[in-house]
């Protein structure tokens, strides 16, 4: 009998937006209909936020921010950890909507609540430690000079769909900790755990306007970036989204961190335990369907262990138990929407045409899962040209490429070719290769040996394409302050 979870053990709240001390139902950007990626049943009618609420959202933290700064760092830490807390103690359910949110199987999203709890409690942490330095001055040491870190004001996080709960996690706490009031504009087909989150931000005790929530489109995302009380942005999505703002902002010459795209690749060698190496190598581009900007989807594999290797990669693929996200032996889920369903179909059947590899494994529907739902089969284009689409694209699905290579130099060549530079992933048993080789790769971060990416302590982000600018990290918190040189002649009184 399959371990499936009762029926309903929990209920999508009905969502709507948070500003100020106002919950809102109604938007001017109409309504979207939000549907179970693992069926395509509608499951909610999603308010959309216009450019009025918008507007509203940023008034509300603009005006919480003048006291927000001010209070004692300790009580910001305080009411993270809190947050924090009360994320933890509601864990099954943020599991849960989760995967009916975006079809990632339960069993995958079940960690990513304690993840929020530590991304929390590890920027709460930096608000009392946030602090200047004292400057020399070599000519003059009648001048006392000195540095504040200062919060920006308000700051607008605009936000992807793939990762609800860890996208909030990597910018609500650093931006909160270091004195900014935020608003925050998840896109409409993910409102479910921002909205849930809100409730339990008001069962922390947060001020109102601190945090403020209002979902919608690029309409919304507009109104936002283009306001001018708002100071800084945040931003996660793709890299085209990330061009039009940096447009939109540029006449304004705002900041933003940007949190784009990526193709990266893992480079198999031929010392590296093979089991472990190919185990990773499998799973790790398939979670949340290949939804996932750092996922390591181009493998790049030593000519000569390519036979077994590839072979041994199917097996794995083969054995992933595909289909319904509410159940817990699920290991593959659907994609988000039948629009990234057909995207990633019609990628599929053009790199097929174009020749660009051979198709080894997958590539269509699969079997006994709803037809109705979302789902694309885990598949594999091996042989693959480094310089075609299937390659040097996106593909944001469950579509892994692998390339062979004879030489280090070569597989250096073919991993720094894309336009992105994310993340990069190398299996080997030998320290000074992998030495050699972090030196050269092109990537915000460079993972060994299955070691974890997005850790809260460790500054995570891109290069080129994949953009700039860090979360995570003491690095990441520093985003969210500007330093402010104080200078006192003390000769004078
Ligand atoms: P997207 O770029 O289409 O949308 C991102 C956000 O921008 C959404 O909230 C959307 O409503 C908003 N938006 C759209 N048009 C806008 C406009 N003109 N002005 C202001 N806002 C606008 O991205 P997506 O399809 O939602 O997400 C997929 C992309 O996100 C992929 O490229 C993926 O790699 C990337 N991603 C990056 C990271 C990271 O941390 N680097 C994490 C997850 C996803």
Redesign the pocket.
């Known amino acids: 009998m399959k371990n499936k979870e009762p029926k309903e053990p929990f209920s999508l709240p009905k969502p709507g937006f948070i500003i100020g001390d106002q919950c809102i139902y109604n938007g001017n950007g109409g309504n979207f209909e939000h549907r179970f990626p693992g069926n395509g049943e509608i499951q909610c009618q999603i308010p959309i936020a216009g450019a009025i609420e918008v507007e509203k959202a940023i008034l509300a933290a603009d005006t919480a921010f003048s006291d927000w700064k001010k209070i004692a760092a300790s009580k910001r830490r305080d009411l993270l950890f809190k947050l924090a807390d009360l994320v933890t103690e509601n864990s099954e359910e943020f599991a849960w909507i989760g995967a009916r949110e975006v079809g990632s199987p339960i069993s995958g999203v079940r960690m990513i609540p304690q993840k929020f709890e530590a991304w929390t409690k590890y920027a709460a942490g930096w608000a009392d430690k946030l602090e200047g330095r004292v400057v020399s001055n070599p000519r003059d040491d009648s001048v006392l000079d000195y540095t504040l870190l200062e919060p920006y004001g308000v700051i607008g996080m605009?936000?992807?769909?793939?990762?609800p709960l860890m996208a909030l996690a990597m910018k609500l706490g650093p931006a909160l900790a270091a004195g900014n009031t935020v608003v925050i504009?998840?896109?409409e087909s993910t409102p479910f755990t921002a909205f849930r989150l809100m409730q339990l931000v008001q069962q922390a005790g947060f001020p109102p306007g601190v945090i403020n929530l209002v979902t919608g489109?690029?309409e919304a995302?507009?109104a936002l970036?283009k306001h001018p009380l708002v100071k800084k942005i945040a931003f996660?999505?793709?890299?085209q989204?990330a061009k039009?703002?940096a447009t939109s902002i540029a006449p304004l010459l705002k900041p933003a961190i940007w949190?784009?795209?990526?193709k990266s690749a893992n480079l198999i060698f031929s010392d590296a335990d093979m089991q472990s190496a190919v185990r990773y190598s499998a799973r790790q581009p398939l979670f949340l369907a290949g939804q996932?900007?750092?996922l390591p989807t181009r493998l790049l594999v030593e000519k000569n262990i390519e036979a077994e290797f590839t072979e041994r990669l199917i097996a794995e693929v083969a054995s992933l138990q595909i289909g319904d996200p509410m159940e817990y032996e699920t290991e593959l889920g659907p994609v988000i929407s039948k629009s990234a369903q057909s995207r990633i179909f019609d990628m599929i059947s053009k790199s097929k045409e174009l020749g660009d590899g051979t198709l080894s494994f997958g590539g269509g529907l699969p079997k006994d899962v709803d037809p109705n739902g979302y789902f694309v089969e885990p598949t594999i284009f091996t042989n693959v040209k480094p310089n075609s689409l299937i390659a040097q694209k996106?593909c944001?699905g469950p579509v892994i490429v692998l390339m062979p290579f004879k030489t280090e130099d070569e597989a250096i060549e073919i991993a720094n070719s894309t336009a992105f530079g994310?993340g990069a992933y190398i299996q080997s048993s030998d320290i000074s290769r992998c030495n050699r080789l972090i030196e050269k790769l092109h990537a915000g971060g460079i993972f060994i040996n299955g070691a974890p990416t997005a850790r809260e302590n460790a500054p995570f982000g891109?290069l080129e394409f994949?953009?700039f600018g860090r979360e995570g990290g003491r690095d990441g918190m520093l985003e969210y302050t500007r330093v402010k040189n104080i200078g006192i002649n003390t000769s004078r009184q």
């Open positions: 605009i936000l992807t769909w793939n990762g504009k998840p896109p489109g690029a995302g507009q970036v996660t999505g793709g890299t989204i039009n703002i949190e784009l795209g990526g996932g900007c750092i996106e944001f994310l891109g994949s953009g």
